[in-house]
């Protein structure tokens, strides 16, 4: 309630202001000539107007801000003509009453019938103009909240479609390769011609499975392959890869790309020297693709570690119930990847 014009001190203040001076002035032109309104203006009067519209929009506020926290625990769709009954029957009663109070004992006399339905009609229209007013900005802001959160929503989609795309591209790999490239063009460009073939070939892998629900194995075993002969330009050519497909089948498929980033994670993690090669073995077993390596681990892990592991989960669990595992037992470190398989229908003819 805090965010609406009604509970500003502003419009709290000056509102009544403008608006009993505007009716006081109504009521003296309903039974007068413009002519007779200077004879019969009194301040006094204009005061009281005043201060009775003043103690109309308050009462009605309040009654607003009660509805509004009673609907909120107690949601129903009789809740708005609820509150504008309730705070035009509440608010005009009570000034009707100040009204009569004020007749009988600073005027001398009581209001007559005529009087009595003017000032009902004028007081009921106030409160009702008040919850229009209300209902206008509630409405308003609701819309304005409705399109925000859209907004939001479409920053948040464009922010993860972002992310991706820079997971899918890799800048750290990009980097780290250009920066590799430069150094053997200086001493072998045979080798140089043949490194830019292998970063070409990984970056052409990403973008032309990059729409690709699922790929066969042998595809991710040659991308894989590919990024360890990027890598091993840094790591002293000390990376070897093993792996066997014993068992596997011709439905077998990974998503995209992820052999290549877990590779590229357990590679990141592990502390490597150019004394000892660091062995990778892949193999199958049972329903996952298993992948160890020797525990070494870095003493800072990788941040973009977790979110690519987070992301293969989420994209796993949309097409298997099996999880992504990792495991560290004893001195070997295993990451496990769900295998999928694809069902087809083959059709006889009878």
Do not use: W
Not at 302 to 313: D, E, H, M, P, V
Request: with cysteine; charged share 20%.
């Amino acid at each position: 309630m805090k965010r609406y014009f009604i509970n500003h001190p502003v419009f709290r203040i000056i509102a009544p202001v403008i608006y009993g001076i505007l009716i006081y002035l109504l009521i003296l032109l309903i039974n007068n000539s413009i002519a007779q309104v200077n004879e019969i203006f009194s301040s006094q009067e204009v005061y009281i107007f005043i201060a009775l519209t003043a103690f109309t929009f308050e009462s009605c506020r309040l009654i607003i801000i009660l509805f509004r926290r009673y609907e909120q625990n107690n949601p129903t769709r009789f809740y708005l003509p609820l509150q504008i009954i309730s705070s035009t029957g509440i608010s005009v009663g009570l000034v009707m009453l100040c009204l009569t109070l004020y007749f009988a004992y600073a005027v001398g006399f009581s209001m007559s019938d005529t009087q009595t339905i003017l000032f009902t009609a004028i007081f009921s229209v106030t409160a009702l103009l008040y919850n229009i007013l209300y209902l206008s900005h509630y409405y308003l802001q609701k819309e304005n909240t409705l399109k925000l959160q859209s907004e939001m929503q479409q920053r948040e989609i464009l922010e993860m479609e972002m992310n991706e795309f820079q997971q899918d591209i890799n800048p750290d790999l990009l980097y780290e390769s250009l920066e590799n490239l430069i150094g053997i063009m200086y001493r072998d460009i045979d080798k140089a011609e043949e490194y830019i073939d292998s970063l070409a070939s990984a970056y052409r892998y990403v973008l032309t499975n990059r729409h690709q629900e699922i790929v066969p194995l042998s595809a991710e075993i040659d991308a894989a392959k590919n990024l360890i002969r990027i890598l091993n330009e840094k790591y002293f050519g000390q990376l070897k890869f093993d792996y066997t497909l014993d068992g596997a089948t011709d439905d077998a498929r990974l998503i995209p790309g992820s052999l290549p980033i877990v590779l590229e994670s357990i590679i990141r993690n592990s502390i490597i020297t150019r004394f000892e090669p660091f062995s990778i073995n892949c193999y199958l077993e049972d329903d996952y693709m298993v992948i160890q390596s020797r525990l070494n681990d870095r003493l800072i892990s990788y941040s973009g570690s977790k979110t690519a592991f987070a992301r293969l989960q989420k994209s796993y669990s949309l097409y298997s119930d099996l999880p992504l595992i990792q495991v560290k037992a004893y001195q070997d470190s295993y990451i496990k990847i769900p295998v999928l398989k694809v069902e087809e229908a083959v059709a006889t003819n009878k």
